[in-house]
């Protein structure tokens, strides 16, 4: 019982810590931390394991609407795990490198309509400024769309105090396959999703 409660005033106090020195930062500092995750990110997101995570059969059903069920292509999206649990680990750690609440999400591109976009990999937080809830793909947003051409980070600042750096992840080839959302909120408010 004694243990149980250590763990759970150590787990306590490393949050309030961590909110704490989230909120001590000024948006400018924690832009630059950001910033400096992402050229991490970049480097460290293996873009041929990410293009490994989809399978076939999900990305065949992804793009085609069934009349008789609207859902058909979110009910059918499943992964190849060791690809996903690679990545999704890399993110996770990656996340790690600061001391306050951030997200690192992997948006992918489609060879099959290379006008769209999807969140693939979400994290702890779900904080983004691009991602629509219940959204299986979407357009390219223009700010994704700069990265994309541009092959440098950006960072966005804005929406419900989130910041967020946008940086492409690469295959084997030098090709950009998507994307590494970096993204934290400069005042987090932990009641926001409650209703």
Request: glycine residues 4%; charged residues 25%.
């Amino acid at each position: 019982m004694i243990k149980h409660f250590l763990f759970l005033s150590v787990i306590v106090a490393f949050n309030l810590f961590s909110i704490a020195h989230a909120q001590s930062h000024t948006p400018e500092q924690m832009t630059r931390e950001l910033e400096e995750v992402a050229r991490v990110a970049t480097v460290m997101v293996d873009g041929d394991a990410c293009q490994r995570i989809m399978t076939e059969r999900a990305l065949k059903k992804m793009f085609v609407i069934d009349p008789k069920d609207q859902w058909a292509g979110s009910d059918n999206f499943d992964v190849n795990s060791e690809p996903f649990i690679q990545t999704k680990k890399t993110l996770m750690r990656l996340a790690k490198l600061r001391p306050y609440p951030i997200d690192c999400n992997l948006w992918m591109l489609f060879k099959e309509d290379p006008r769209k976009i999807q969140i693939l990999i979400r994290n702890q937080y779900e904080m983004s400024q691009f991602w629509t809830w219940g959204v299986l793909y979407q357009e390219i947003p223009p700010e994704m769309a700069e990265v994309l051409s541009s092959k440098k980070p950006k960072t966005i600042s804005g929406k419900s105090d989130l910041i967020s750096v946008l940086t492409p992840v690469y295959n084997s080839l030098g090709d950009i396959v998507g994307l590494v959302e970096v993204v934290g909120r400069v005042r987090m408010n932990w009641q926001e999703n409650v209703k």
